[in-house]
């Protein structure tokens, strides 16, 4: 971990991020995150933006599925010196701690726990029989084992109507409670200084859970089998907190995520995690570290610590693997991809690519693209080792070689080679004399990385194999929409039925006047040179 463990400030994370929303792109969140409803309720449905009760969705999402940019945070560490066990923490938990939590919505929306305190699960009742604390609507059934409480400083963010000058618009009909159901985990001061393995699994959908598991000691205390977390240098698994899907369905109807996300790996800073909640009424609340006048903003020691670049969180390695056999877990099956056909993802992002991206003057980075292109070797080096050349290749067998490209080579996952001899279309380190050259099966400037495919269809793919005819909105009419389409209908028939009577009454008419052949015009001089016309002329 980052930092100093008894200095607040860092905000270091690993999380899980659905991917119709870009971390910090509110655009891209705003009545999307973190959304996880299945369920059409038409009192939220202008509060999440794709709602089931939505009878197309558009952009290659499926009709009727309510969708959403969810949030695991595996862990989020709050650094600092609590001076003792932090108040309403059972078991006692001390900074630093790990916060394990679950971001959903909707949230309860009333009765909810107050910040600072445990959520009171049963009515007090005072001697004379009067309620003296009603009991407050969580959820039930969470499990926490170890040095674990629930979190009792954050239980989630209201989202209301946004003001004018805010970079998004919300109006107070999508405005909508969102829950965090979280646990704090004790950490100590061996997590900042060795590697420490943190693991969760997740079993998506109805019927699924979320655990969490941390590396712990196993002691007989009075007799039972607890777990401690000591000096944090432990080597046994421990289930820290578990979320089961039967705990978020029974009291609001959401569920444990489904959605395709992505593995974030950051640490942060915020005046909101980690900072002093109070300054002396004397203290300018600014931050900035060149600022003497700031100093009273930061915790002690906090801007030498910046200073010092001892800020770098290291990650040794990342497993993310799954189950092939749906009846090996509960919940819904397992997928790795960003576009499964089960919850599409890329249509909606590129015909949205403006939310995912920033434009100046704001930023020039993105380019206007949501994502930039995984460089392919490219990185400056000295030696193979640089490459991955000393990383033995992973081989492939019958049951993954659709899965990954992946091919043995005796110099590993790549070479360091003369700028010179690199192969078209090679990216180049200004100034390099030599660059990384990648083996075939992976890639990354370093070429560390394992160049995969996805294990399923894409649900583009699958579409545009279909006939154009079934990418059509299909209709279902509601009463209403009946009932004017019958009224129209009832009305044309009216019409028609006037307007043939009318054409035979004149077809009556003109039948009864007595007519006179036409006879061409005569003209006949008399005696008194007077022209006499017979006849008649139309």
Same mark, same amino acid.
Not at 57 to 72: D, F, I, M, S
Not at 233 to 249: E, N, P, T
């Given at each position: 971990?980052?930092?100093?463990?008894?200095?607040?400030?860092?905000?270091?994370?690993?999380?899980?991020?659905?991917?119709?929303?870009?971390?910090?792109?509110?655009?891209?969140?705003?009545?999307?995150?973190?959304?996880?409803?299945?369920?059409?309720?038409?009192?939220?449905?202008?509060?999440? !933006?794709?709602?089931?009760?939505?009878?197309?969705?558009?952009?290659?999402?499926?009709?009727?599925?309510?969708?959403?940019?969810?949030?695991?945070?595996?862990?989020?560490?709050?650094?600092?010196?609590?001076?003792?066990?932090?108040?309403?923490?059972?078991?006692?938990?001390?900074?630093?701690?790990?916060?394990?939590?679950?971001?959903?919505?909707?949230?309860?929306?009333?009765?909810?726990?107050?910040?600072?305190?445990?959520?009171?699960?049963?009515?007090?009742?005072?001697?004379?029989?009067?309620?003296?604390?009603?009991? !407050?609507?969580?959820?039930?059934?969470?499990?926490?084992?170890?040095?674990?409480?629930?979190?009792?400083?954050?239980?989630?963010?209201?989202?209301?109507?946004?003001?004018?000058?805010?970079?998004?618009?919300?109006?107070?009909?999508? /405005?909508?409670? /969102?829950?965090?159901?979280?646990?704090?985990?004790?950490?100590?001061?061996?997590?900042?200084?060795?590697?420490?393995?943190?693991?969760?699994?997740?079993?998506?959908?109805?019927?699924?859970?979320?655990?969490?598991?941390?590396?712990?000691?196993?002691?007989? %205390?009075?007799?039972?089998?607890?777990?401690?977390?000591?000096?944090?240098?432990?080597?046994?698994?421990?289930?820290?907190?578990?979320?089961?899907?039967?705990?978020?369905?029974?009291? %609001?109807?959401?569920?444990?995520?489904?959605?395709?996300?992505?593995?974030?790996?950051?640490?942060?800073?915020?005046?909101?995690?980690?900072?002093?909640?109070?300054?002396? @009424?004397?203290?300018?609340?600014?931050?900035?570290?060149?600022?003497?006048?700031?100093?009273?903003?930061?915790?002690?020691?906090?801007?030498?610590?910046?200073?010092?670049?001892?800020?770098?969180?290291?990650?040794?390695?990342?497993?993310?693997?799954?189950?092939?056999?749906?009846?090996?877990?509960?919940?819904?099956?397992?997928?790795?991809?960003?576009?499964?056909?089960?919850?599409?993802?890329?249509?909606?992002?590129?015909?949205?690519?403006?939310?995912?991206?920033?434009?100046?003057?704001?930023?020039?980075?993105?380019?206007?693209?949501?994502?930039?292109?995984?460089?392919?070797?490219? /990185?400056?080096?000295?030696?193979? @080792?640089?490459?991955?050349?000393?990383?033995?290749?992973?081989?492939?067998?019958?049951?993954?070689?659709?899965?990954?490209?992946?091919?043995?080579?005796?110099?590993?996952?790549?070479?360091?080679?003369?700028?010179?001899?690199?192969?078209?279309?090679?990216?180049?380190?200004?100034? /390099?004399?030599?660059?990384?050259?990648?083996?075939?099966?992976?890639?990354?400037?370093?070429?560390? @990385?394992?160049?995969?495919?996805?294990?399923?269809?894409?649900?583009?793919?699958?579409?545009?194999?279909?006939?154009?005819?079934?990418?059509?909105?299909?209709?279902?009419?509601?009463?209403?929409?009946?009932?004017?389409?019958?009224?129209?209908?009832?009305?044309?028939?009216?019409?028609?039925?006037?307007?043939?009577?009318?054409?035979?009454?004149?077809?009556?008419?003109?039948?009864?006047?007595?007519?006179?052949?036409?006879?061409?015009?005569?003209?006949?001089?008399?005696?008194?040179?007077?022209?006499?016309?017979?006849?008649?002329?139309?």
């Amino acid at each position: 971990m980052p930092g100093d463990p008894f200095i607040g400030g860092l905000w270091p994370a690993v999380w899980l991020l659905g991917n119709l929303g870009r971390a910090t792109y509110e655009a891209s969140t705003n009545n999307i995150w973190p959304w996880s409803y299945d369920v059409c309720d038409r009192k939220l449905q202008e509060a999440q !933006e794709i709602s089931k009760c939505n009878v197309q969705n558009h952009y290659g999402l499926n009709p009727h599925q309510g969708r959403g940019a969810t949030e695991v945070d595996i862990v989020e560490v709050m650094t600092g010196d609590s001076n003792g066990p932090l108040p309403a923490t059972v078991p006692p938990i001390s900074l630093p701690y790990g916060d394990m939590t679950l971001q959903v919505a909707p949230g309860i929306p009333s009765n909810r726990p107050n910040s600072g305190k445990q959520p009171k699960r049963n009515t007090t009742l005072s001697d004379t029989g009067h309620t003296m604390f009603a009991a !407050e609507t969580w959820y039930d059934g969470l499990e926490l084992q170890g040095n674990t409480s629930i979190n009792p400083f954050f239980y989630g963010t209201y989202l209301g109507e946004t003001k004018p000058e805010e970079p998004v618009t919300r109006t107070k009909f999508q /405005a909508f409670q /969102a829950d965090a159901v979280g646990s704090l985990h004790q950490l100590t001061r061996s997590h900042f200084e060795k590697p420490h393995t943190f693991r969760v699994e997740w079993q998506p959908g109805k019927g699924g859970r979320l655990d969490w598991f941390v590396k712990t000691y196993y002691e007989v %205390i009075n007799g039972t089998l607890t777990s401690i977390e000591r000096d944090g240098k432990g080597h046994k698994w421990v289930k820290a907190f578990s979320i089961k899907d039967k705990s978020l369905s029974d009291l %609001i109807g959401s569920q444990i995520p489904n959605e395709p996300s992505s593995l974030i790996f950051n640490t942060a800073i915020s005046s909101t995690w980690g900072f002093p909640y109070d300054v002396p @009424a004397y203290c300018k609340k600014c931050y900035d570290c060149d600022d003497p006048k700031c100093a009273c903003s930061f915790y002690p020691g906090f801007c030498n610590m910046i200073k010092s670049n001892k800020t770098a969180m290291y990650i040794d390695s990342v497993r993310v693997y799954q189950s092939r056999y749906g009846g090996n877990h509960v919940g819904n099956n397992h997928s790795v991809g960003c576009d499964v056909p089960e919850y599409p993802s890329r249509d909606y992002i590129k015909g949205n690519e403006y939310k995912y991206a920033r434009s100046p003057p704001f930023d020039t980075s993105d380019h206007g693209r949501p994502l930039k292109k995984i460089k392919n070797g490219g /990185a400056k080096c000295k030696a193979d @080792a640089d490459c991955g050349g000393n990383v033995p290749v992973a081989s492939s067998d019958n049951e993954t070689s659709t899965a990954r490209k992946l091919t043995s080579a005796p110099f590993g996952r790549g070479r360091c080679i003369p700028v010179s001899q690199r192969p078209r279309g090679l990216a180049n380190t200004n100034g /390099a004399k030599n660059v990384c050259n990648c083996t075939p099966g992976y890639t990354g400037p370093h070429c560390l @990385a394992i160049d995969h495919i996805d294990d399923f269809e894409s649900a583009l793919t699958n579409r545009l194999s279909k006939s154009l005819l079934d990418n059509f909105a299909h209709l279902r009419p509601t009463r209403f929409m009946i009932g004017m389409f019958g009224s129209l209908l009832l009305g044309l028939l009216i019409f028609l039925v006037h307007h043939a009577m009318n054409m035979r009454k004149r077809e009556i008419n003109s039948s009864m006047i007595e007519t006179t052949p036409l006879v061409r015009p005569q003209f006949i001089m008399n005696d008194n040179s007077n022209t006499i016309v017979t006849g008649r002329s139309v």
